[in-house]
């Protein structure tokens, strides 16, 4: 009668599992050693904290008698728990730190593109939020900030090293309205564009 009653509880809407069902011994255990080679396996989720994780998640670990167990992440979702922000089980790509390194070396690489949250985030596998928060985080600025810092270095090495006109430049960087471009550049290098060129080459020439 147990195992038909284990069957049954398993098979609800949401798959869930009940504390006394789901909770084996080897579930509890791989929960309070972190155990990796469960993930994918089973979720579980704190009723008093509204999370849910991975088994290897390095969370603290919960009491017993409040966790419930789930076959799929997608279930605890419907059961309205949140994905724990450390171990992410809704995405198993990669931690915070190697998920915004890879955000951030395909901006150096693409900066040129059209680029914004809504972008990054499709692109990178997260939400605009989450992007957004994260990599503010990891990088004490945000992504915009970021994308705006290597076009603006990119267009000083331009202004240095080539006779492009600023229109040219502007859109050589992905920053195609001219005006905005020069507004940014001076606000963040104190002289505009074509200052900072002549200043340059002042500079330069006096060296010689």
Known sequence: ??????????????GMTSNVEGMTDDRWQAIINNDATYNNKFFYAVETTGIFCKPSCKSRAPKKENVRVFLTAQQALNENFRP??????????????????LVTEYID??????????????????????????????KGITPVEYIQHIRLNAARNYLIETDKSITDISIC????????????????????????????????????
Request: glycine letters at 4%; proline letters at 5%.
């Open 173 to 208: 960087v992905g920053i195609p309205n001219s005006t905005y471009f020069i507004t940014l550049f001076k606000n963040k290098f104190g002289q505009t564009p074509v200052q900072y060129r002549k200043f340059h080459r002042l500079m330069k020439n006096k060296e010689e």
């Open 109 to 138: 690489k693409n900066f040129t593109e059209k680029l914004n949250l809504v972008s990054l985030g499709a692109i990178t596998h997260g939400s605009p939020f989450h992007l957004h928060r994260t990599f503010k985080k990891i």
């Open 1 to 14: 009668m147990k195992d038909k009653k284990n069957n049954e509880i398993q098979k609800n809407s949401y």
């Open 84 to 101: 724990c922000k450390r171990c992410k089980p809704t995405n198993e790509n990669l931690p915070d730190n190697e998920w915004i390194n």
